[in-house]
Each structure stands twice: as structure tokens, then as C-alpha cells.
């Protein structure tokens, strides 16, 4: 088959998936290369997820095309103690079925998202108590001084109490339910901007502009939007330049000369506030996907160590990223506040200490272990784990890849299937932007009665980094903070807690029909796309 024909396959491919008829002057039709994981804005901690539901629901805080956080469905907070925010309400706000959004809403909310099937666990759990002070007040009572929590609930979506007890989603419908079992992961009533006629899961969700929406200032035209999953990176790419889509993201970073050659259509690049890594099981006794039987080899910091020495970062750089990620040595991004470019330095490549470190702790042929990832998240998601288990193969550690798309993956590795993984591939952008979140989020002990530590999936664990955690909470002196968040990022490093692979970058593609602003989140926020 000619180079030709192989394009014009692909677009025909493009063209069935996503039907005919649909597209209008103020369409927008967008592709990713997986589908929301539902539309319950509490299920899944997710940044697509979330970012797709941003357009449809929001939050007492929002967030900015510059990732600032400003007022949302509250118009104003105050700080009336070190644990007492005060939240006025947007008068006039109504959820898109019509009823008024008030007070009760807030509380129901912030109530749901500590429920069982709850993803959001950790940023409801930095309250403790809301008090309804009148229909459009509440006074927030925190866990302790959170001076984060506004900016954190920008991602903590409000929901209609009214609605979601008549249709029986009172509780956040979690990542293993079926779509059967919750109205809420296919059904959406917010106050945003955008309103969801019609959805299919891995098929096609379509959006309305909201006609009662309380800000008049969008500057967005788009009347619709059509969001298609397309796995396949060659058909989104084939179906941005034939003018099916519009915009789809991620494309290859090999593509990005191709599509500046191409009339119409460009590549939207940048620096994505997102670090990939490889986590490890450090808690379980015995590993639940190894050959080793009675003990658990990644307990051993010379294990964990052999393994960081065998990843050879500016291989999966140059092989896997085509040079466009940043091979880093912390879990947090240049963008994020708390980054200490001193402490950025990568585990070096060395094969030969990883098999010296490996023969110490009694493992001088090597185990076999199965590493869990997505194969339609991140940037090159697969490949990576592909690339890290040949690595890996070469000191006599055995990895078996066990890729599966977001939606099976997360239902598998999160809280509510109980950490069902021995090694894993996640990549996290705090909310905030600050080092905060992650620590809280990703390197805090697991502790579900606190609310922290939840997305630890294999429960690393220090007490130093969880009080020094606690302390950059609080401390408002900035080279203070900074001293706590570089000890323990130290602690962490010398313990090899996880396995930071990179940055990965920005990658759309964009028609030149339209201007779009690229949040360093990945987001994809409908109310700055404009017709031209």
C-alpha cells in the first residue's frame, strides 16, 4: 500500500468514527485519546476527567487560562481564623435543569466527595465542618490551617443536592462501577457553561452552550461541542488535517514537523507541569505480582536503588520522546511552587551498581514482577513501561507490562480496589500548584482516616517527610517552607520512594480555524476556544 493510500485509509477511518452531519459553523469537535472516565465529577481524581467536566460543572473557586485561581460559584473568601474560611455565593446561579444553586449544595457536595466511592477524598478532607450561615454564606471549619484549600477546590465541582437524591446519586459513583449502576457517570447537571445532550461512553459525548450561564463575559463563540475518544494517534492526526476534528490531543511529538507543514492545522507545543514516574509496593509482605514468595523485595532500599540505576532516562528522552520530555529527578515540575532545580539531579545510569545492589540484598539472578499502565493517558504511556522493562531486563529483573486503557487501569490500581498493583506508571499535576499536593497526595503514609496519602498506591512511608508535610502546610515564612520541602525531597531520594522518569510535554494539534489556550495542566477549557 502506498504512503498515499495509507493516508487516505486512515482518514476514511477518521471519517466512520465520527459520523457525519454533526459539525456547524460554532462545532467544536475535539479528540483525546481516551474517554472521560464518567461524568460524576467526584469518581475519579483525573486531570482529563476533571478538565472535561470543568466545561459542565464548577467549583466555589475556578481556574484561570493561567492556572490563577479565581472566583467561581463564590464570589468572595475571607479568612476569619487560621481554620475558618467564610465562602459568599454567587447569587442568581442555577444548575442547568433550573434549579437555584445555594448553600445546601455546597454541603452536600463537600459531603459527597468523602463518600465510599469517592476520588476527591483528599481535598473534601481538608474540612472538617461546613455551617450554612444563609442560602448564599457558608462558613468552612478546616483541618488545621489550609491556606490551599480555595485553590485546591477549584477542582471540588458543585452538584444539585435536589437532583442527585431524586436520580440516586447521593454518593460518588466510583471507578469500578458499571455504567449501569450510577446515574451520575452518564448523566450531568452543573452550572457551567456547557451542557451535556447526549453520551456514550468510548463512543461520543456531545455539549450544548448553556443558555442561562451566569457569566456573560466567556469569550468563547462555540455554540457546540463534539468530543470523540480516538485511540489511535495516526487517525487523530489524519482527521485534524482533513478538517474532521478540530483539535486533538495528544499527538506524536514526531508529528509536530508534519503538521506545521500542513495548511491549516499546527502544532500547539509546550512544557506540561506533569511528572511521569514508576511506583513501587513498600507495604504488602509478599508482593502480590512476583515470583518471590514470603517477602517483598522492593522493602529493599538496594532493590528500589538497582532499579532507579537501571532506567536509562535519556534513552526512553531521545527513543521514546523524540527529545521532547524532561528527564527529572523529583516529582514535581519546574512550574510548580516548591521546585528546587539543586535537587533535580536523576538517579545516573549505571547497570553494573544495580546488579552489585541486587546481588547484596540476595537477588543476584534478578525476580520477576508485573508493572501496571495505562496505554491511552499519558504521553507514550506504554512505551515508557516497554522501554523500563527492557531496562530492567538487562540487571535480571524480569517486568511483565501489563498495559490497559485509563478506565480499566485506574478501576484496578486506585483506593477502592485496594491497591490491586505491585509497580506502576502514574503521572500527576497538583491542582494547586504547589509542592503541597504532592506530598499530601502522592508521598504521605496512606492514612484513609485523615484523607491523605490516598493516591500513595504503594504506601511509601516516612514520618519525617509526613511532619515535615504537615509543616509546608502552615509555614508562611517562603525560605522556611522551601528548607521542609528540600528535606524531604532529600529523605525521599535517598529512600528511592518512587522512580521519576520526566516531564512529559504539551502536544495538540489545532486547526487554524480556532484559538485555543493551553493550560500547563493539560486541561482543555471550552470557554477560551473561539471561532475566528
Same mark, same amino acid.
Given at each position: 500500500?502506498t504512503?498515499?493510500?495509507?493516508?487516505?485509509t486512515t482518514?476514511?477511518?477518521?471519517s466512520?468514527?465520527?459520523g457525519?452531519g454533526?459539525?456547524e459553523a460554532?462545532?467544536?469537535k475535539?479528540?483525546?485519546?481516551?474517554?472521560a472516565?464518567?461524568?460524576?465529577?467526584h469518581g475519579?481524581?483525573e486531570?482529563?476527567t476533571?478538565g472535561?467536566?470543568?466545561?459542565v460543572?464548577e467549583?466555589?473557586?475556578?481556574l484561570?487560562?493561567?492556572?490563577?485561581v479565581?472566583?467561581?460559584?463564590a464570589t468572595?473568601?475571607e479568612?476569619?481564623s487560621p481554620?475558618?474560611i467564610v465562602?459568599?455565593?454567587?447569587?442568581?446561579?442555577?444548575?442547568?435543569?433550573g =434549579?437555584?444553586?445555594?448553600a445546601?449544595d455546597v454541603?452536600?457536595?463537600?459531603?459527597?466527595t468523602?463518600?465510599e466511592?469517592?476520588?476527591?477524598?483528599v481535598?473534601?478532607?481538608m474540612?472538617v465542618?461546613?455551617?450554612?450561615?444563609?442560602?448564599?454564606t457558608?462558613?468552612?471549619?478546616?483541618?488545621?490551617?489550609?491556606?490551599?484549600m480555595?485553590?485546591? #477546590?477549584? #477542582?471540588?465541582?458543585?452538584m444539585d443536592k435536589e #437532583?442527585?437524591?431524586?436520580?440516586?446519586?447521593?454518593?460518588?459513583?466510583?471507578v469500578k462501577?458499571?455504567s449501569?449502576?450510577?446515574?451520575?457517570?452518564n448523566?450531568?447537571?452543573?452550572t457551567?457553561p456547557?451542557?451535556v445532550?447526549s453520551?456514550?461512553?468510548?463512543?461520543k459525548?456531545?455539549?450544548?452552550?448553556?443558555e442561562?450561564h451566569?457569566?456573560?463575559?466567556?469569550?468563547?463563540n462555540v455554540?457546540?461541542v463534539?468530543?470523540?475518544p480516538v485511540k489511535?494517534?495516526?487517525t487523530r492526526?489524519a482527521a485534524?488535517?482533513?478538517?474532521?476534528?478540530?483539535?486533538?490531543y495528544p499527538?506524536?511529538?514526531q508529528?509536530w514537523s508534519?503538521l506545521d507543514?500542513?495548511?491549516g492545522v499546527s502544532a500547539?507545543?509546550?512544557?506540561e507541569?506533569r511528572?511521569i514516574f514508576l511506583?513501587?509496593?513498600?507495604f504488602?509482605?509478599?508482593?502480590l505480582y512476583s515470583?518471590?514468595?514470603?517477602k =517483598?523485595?522492593?522493602?529493599?532500599?538496594r532493590v528500589?536503588l538497582?532499579m532507579a540505576?537501571?532506567?536509562?532516562l535519556?534513552?526512553i528522552?531521545?527513543?521514546?520522546m523524540?527529545?521532547a520530555a524532561t528527564p527529572?529527578?523529583l516529582?514535581?515540575?519546574?512550574?510548580?511552587?516548591g521546585f528546587?532545580p539543586?535537587?533535580?539531579?536523576?538517579?545516573?545510569?549505571?547497570?553494573?551498581?544495580?546488579r552489585?545492589l541486587?546481588?547484596?540484598?540476595?537477588?543476584?539472578d534478578?525476580?520477576?514482577?508485573?508493572?501496571d499502565?495505562?496505554n491511552?493517558?499519558?504521553?507514550?504511556d506504554?512505551?515508557?513501561?516497554?522501554?523500563?522493562?527492557?531496562m530492567m531486563?538487562?540487571?535480571?529483573?524480569?517486568?511483565?507490562?501489563?498495559?490497559?486503557?485509563?478506565?480499566?487501569y485506574f478501576?484496578?490500581v486506585?483506593?477502592?480496589?485496594n491497591?490491586d498493583?505491585?509497580m506502576y506508571l502514574?503521572?500527576?499535576?497538583?491542582?494547586?500548584?504547589?509542592v503541597h499536593n504532592?506530598l499530601?497526595?502522592?508521598?504521605?503514609c496512606?492514612?484513609?482516616?485523615?484523607?491523605v496519602?490516598?493516591?500513595?498506591?504503594g504506601n511509601y512511608c516516612?514520618a519525617?517527610?509526613d511532619?515535615?508535610t504537615?509543616?509546608?502546610?502552615?509555614e508562611?515564612?517562603a525560605d522556611k517552607?522551601?528548607?521542609?520541602?528540600?528535606e524531604a525531597?532529600?529523605?525521599?531520594?535517598d529512600?528511592?520512594g518512587?522512580?521519576?522518569?520526566?516531564?512529559q510535554?504539551?502536544s495538540w494539534?489545532?486547526?487554524d480555524?480556532?484559538t485555543v489556550n493551553?493550560r500547563?495542566d493539560n486541561a482543555?477549557?471550552f470557554r477560551y476556544?473561539v471561532f475566528?
Amino acid at each position: 500500500m502506498t504512503i498515499m493510500k495509507k493516508m487516505l485509509t486512515t482518514v476514511a477511518a477518521a471519517s466512520m468514527i465520527l459520523g457525519a452531519g454533526l459539525a456547524e459553523a460554532n462545532t467544536l469537535k475535539f479528540a483525546f485519546q481516551g474517554d472521560a472516565q464518567s461524568l460524576d465529577p467526584h469518581g475519579l481524581n483525573e486531570t482529563f476527567t476533571l478538565g472535561f467536566l470543568s466545561n459542565v460543572y464548577e467549583g466555589l473557586t475556578m481556574l484561570d487560562e493561567n492556572i490563577k485561581v479565581i472566583p467561581g460559584l463564590a464570589t468572595s473568601w475571607e479568612v476569619t481564623s487560621p481554620t475558618t474560611i467564610v465562602f459568599k455565593l454567587r447569587e442568581g446561579v442555577k444548575f442547568h435543569n433550573g =434549579n437555584s444553586f445555594n448553600a445546601d449544595d455546597v454541603i452536600f457536595s463537600w459531603k459527597r466527595t468523602l463518600s465510599e466511592g469517592s476520588d476527591q477524598k483528599v481535598r473534601g478532607g481538608m474540612v472538617v465542618d461546613i455551617k450554612k450561615i444563609d442560602d448564599l454564606t457558608v462558613e468552612v471549619h478546616t483541618d488545621g490551617p489550609q491556606p490551599l484549600m480555595p485553590s485546591e #477546590w477549584a #477542582w471540588i465541582y458543585m452538584m444539585d443536592k435536589e #437532583w442527585s437524591e431524586e436520580n440516586g446519586a447521593g454518593s460518588a459513583a466510583n471507578v469500578k462501577e458499571e455504567s449501569a449502576n450510577g446515574y451520575s457517570l452518564n448523566h450531568a447537571n452543573g452550572t457551567g457553561p456547557f451542557e451535556v445532550v447526549s453520551r456514550q461512553p468510548d463512543v461520543k459525548t456531545v455539549f450544548k452552550r448553556s443558555e442561562n450561564h451566569w457569566n456573560e463575559n466567556i469569550i468563547s463563540n462555540v455554540t457546540d461541542v463534539i468530543f470523540t475518544p480516538v485511540k489511535q494517534a495516526a487517525t487523530r492526526t489524519a482527521a485534524l488535517i482533513s478538517g474532521e476534528l478540530d483539535m486533538v490531543y495528544p499527538i506524536p511529538v514526531q508529528d509536530w514537523s508534519r503538521l506545521d507543514s500542513e495548511d491549516g492545522v499546527s502544532a500547539l507545543k509546550g512544557a506540561e507541569a506533569r511528572t511521569i514516574f514508576l511506583g513501587m509496593d513498600q507495604f504488602r509482605d509478599e508482593l502480590l505480582y512476583s515470583n518471590v514468595k514470603g517477602k =517483598n523485595p522492593l522493602k529493599d532500599v538496594r532493590v528500589r536503588l538497582a532499579m532507579a540505576h537501571a532506567l536509562d532516562l535519556e534513552v526512553i528522552k531521545k527513543k521514546i520522546m523524540r527529545g521532547a520530555a524532561t528527564p527529572t529527578g523529583l516529582m514535581i515540575a519546574p512550574q510548580v511552587n516548591g521546585f528546587n532545580p539543586e535537587y533535580n539531579t536523576p538517579y545516573t545510569y549505571d547497570p553494573e551498581l544495580s546488579r552489585k545492589l541486587l546481588a547484596e540484598a540476595g537477588y543476584p539472578d534478578g525476580f520477576e514482577i508485573t508493572i501496571d499502565c495505562p496505554n491511552n493517558r499519558y504521553v507514550n504511556d506504554e512505551k515508557i513501561c516497554i522501554a523500563a522493562a527492557s531496562m530492567m531486563a538487562k540487571i535480571g529483573i524480569k517486568m511483565k507490562v501489563l498495559a490497559q486503557p485509563k478506565a480499566k487501569y485506574f478501576a484496578k490500581v486506585l483506593a477502592q480496589n485496594n491497591y490491586d498493583t505491585s509497580m506502576y506508571l502514574l503521572g500527576w499535576t497538583p491542582g494547586s500548584m504547589d509542592v503541597h499536593n504532592v506530598l499530601g497526595s502522592l508521598i504521605a503514609c496512606q492514612n484513609a482516616e485523615k484523607n491523605v496519602g490516598l493516591f500513595n498506591l504503594g504506601n511509601y512511608c516516612n514520618a519525617r517527610v509526613d511532619e515535615l508535610t504537615d509543616l509546608i502546610q502552615v509555614e508562611t515564612d517562603a525560605d522556611k517552607r522551601q528548607a521542609y520541602v528540600d528535606e524531604a525531597m532529600q529523605i525521599v531520594k535517598d529512600e528511592v520512594g518512587y522512580l521519576p522518569i520526566h516531564q512529559q510535554p504539551l502536544s495538540w494539534g489545532v486547526s487554524d480555524k480556532i484559538t485555543v489556550n493551553q493550560r500547563a495542566d493539560n486541561a482543555f477549557d471550552f470557554r477560551y476556544v473561539v471561532f475566528k
